[in-house]
């Protein structure tokens, strides 16, 4: 009876660990992001050495676009360099880049109108 309950769970315990997608104002480069007032344009892939998703790494990587914010109602631009992960302050706001699909894979070079950006915008407290 246990072994049966264990074989039940198991499929169970699989699902439990496939992230739920991001959510947030989703753009391709050159394309625009806008959320609360502010617009994000992804305008180049300035690094993306991420582990690749088929493979093991010592080190995760990083993913840095450079990008062109428009704030405090389009008065304001930030032209600049954004990390995946990391907050960027601007003003009342914070921007984060929380995801880039699709992953990196080490056997194929993702073509760069194939991904997109999701962010985050938050005001800053």
């Known amino acids: 009876m246990k072994r049966l309950l264990l074989f039940l769970a198991l499929p169970l315990t699989a699902c439990a660990t496939v992230p739920a997608p991001a959510a947030g104002p989703t753009a391709g480069l050159g394309q625009t992001a806008a959320v609360g007032g502010v617009t994000v344009r992804p305008l180049r892939i300035v690094e993306d050495s991420r582990c690749p998703a088929d493979a093991v790494c010592v080190w995760a990587g990083q ?6 914010v428009d704030y405090r109602g389009g008065s304001e631009t930030f032209r600049g360099n954004m990390t995946l992960g990391q907050r960027l302050a601007l003003g009342d706001v914070g921007i984060t880049l929380i995801d880039a699909q699709p992953p990196k894979m080490a056997a194929r070079q993702t073509p760069p109108g194939a991904y997109r950006f999701t962010f985050a915008v938050e005001p800053t407290p």
């Open 63 to 68: 993913l840095v676009l450079l990008v062109e």
